[in-house]
């Protein structure tokens, strides 16, 4: 008894779990379109992360919004030095650019680039246990930038949208008269 009050409770102040925040319906059918050199670690990770928020993924060809991947960056700099001049300490960088598109080239998301870090001790003595931590914080950082392409997407809501929409529809008729285009 005193559980089902509990979860009455917390479902009724709007609780919900920390996570991504939903992606409107308004989107759907939505494509993931990544470029050839954007892992597939972190395209995975974007649709899994969709689908789990129920979203409807569709090819290119058939979605109404295309959401873009590309010029992802991957970079490891020492961060640490020791006294006798080699790595302590690594910092490892992924960076993607992330474009939001309608069917009809209207664009919801500018091209907007975005940003993961992390970094983590270097021991030269355990450089097999290193390479292995290192790949699973590049997965990390994957999981991480696929969670920031969610939170650009919630914004999107249909009101929203109409708004893009109304915005560029105005925008485009004020430079035809200056083209010289109807």
Known sequence: MLTAVMAALIAGCGFQLRGAPPVSSALEPLAVDC???????????????????????????????????????????????????AAAEYTLRHSVDLEVVSSDRVPMVGTTRLTTSESYRYDETNVLARQREEEALRQQMDDRLAQQVIFRLAPLTPQRIEAIRAEYQRKQEDDAPATGQP
């Open 35 to 85: 470029s050839s050199q954007v892992p597939d670690t972190l395209c995975r990770s974007l649709r899994e992360q969709l689908n789990l928020g129920n979203v409807r993924l569709a090819p290119v060809a058939e979605a109404d919004y295309i959401l873009r991947l590309r010029n992802f960056e991957r970079d490891r700099r020492a961060s640490a030095i020791t006294a006798q001049a």
